[in-house]
């Protein structure tokens, strides 16, 4: 199936530890997205990327730092994790410039609690 | 910058009947998207409806439609003959048509629709 895959889906770790979420599309978009859905249901933008090329980094800690190993691929890792990075943290896909669609395509999402 | 403003935080609808989610939006683009995303309990971001912000046309698909107010900066969804089904968050977003930084879908707050048999 043509998607956009996120691992894993729920993700519950101590204060202080690091973990990663990985994310992968085969729908041959250009651009890849890192979204946080915080507790009040609220989706902001925290990275892109661009043909591996980080474009946008939404004054995000530096405890976040994503990779994209290639343009199919944007991987999240996060250290020293927070009860505050607690979230349900998105990955999109997109064409880059002008197209007749102009929408994301979004992952089902990775719900992250930390205790 | 861009913001997206939902002005209605929960709606209420009956089975079979007609309701309207207002969504404005800020931007001096002239270029532009529009989306309505559905998000059900599933938590699965699901696209309903795009606008183009230079077709003066109003999308629609099946029993959604839109009403695009350029001008207004207004772009209301309404949804025809709600079903049990409909039943979800809502969110407008905003999409410049331009690249580079500006390629990020920005959203309101959402409004949480329920359908009531």
């Known amino acids: 199936d043509t998607a956009v895959s996120q691992t894993p889906k729920y993700l519950v770790t101590q204060m202080g530890n690091d973990k990663s979420i990985k994310c992968e599309q085969n729908?041959?978009?250009?651009?890849m997205y890192w979204y946080k859905q915080d507790s009040k249901k609220f989706l902001k933008i925290m990275f892109s990327?661009?043909?591996?090329?980080?474009?946008i980094n939404e004054t995000v800690p530096n405890r976040f730092s994503p990779k994209s190993p290639d343009k199919a691929h944007l991987n999240l890792h996060i250290n020293s994790l927070e009860l505050g990075d607690s979230a349900v943290y998105f990955c999109?896909?997109?064409?880059?410039?002008?197209?007749?669609?102009?929408?994301?395509?979004f992952g089902s999402g990775t719900r992250l609690t930390v205790v | 910058a861009q913001t997206v403003t939902q002005s209605q935080p929960e709606m209420s609808v009956q089975e079979a009947e007609t309701v309207t989610l207002s969504c404005t939006y800020d931007?001096?683009?002239?270029?532009?998207?529009l989306f309505w995303y559905k998000q059900p309990p599933s938590r699965q971001m699901i696209l309903v409806i795009r606008?183009?912000?230079?077709?003066?046309q109003n999308a629609t698909e099946n029993r959604f439609s839109v009403n695009f107010q350029k001008a207004a900066k207004s772009f209301s969804l309404k949804i025809s003959d709600s079903q049990l089904g409909d039943a979800a968050m809502y969110f407008c977003a905003y999409r410049s048509a331009y690249g580079g930084a500006t390629n990020k879908l920005i959203f309101g707050t959402g409004t949480l629709l329920a359908v009531q048999p």
């Open positions: 931007t001096s683009e002239s270029d532009y998207y």
């Open positions: 990327y661009n043909n591996k090329e980080l474009i």
């Open positions: 729908l041959g978009h250009d651009t």
């Open positions: 606008q183009e912000a230079y077709k003066q």
């Open positions: 999109a896909s997109s064409r880059e410039y002008r197209d007749r669609e102009g929408g994301y395509t």
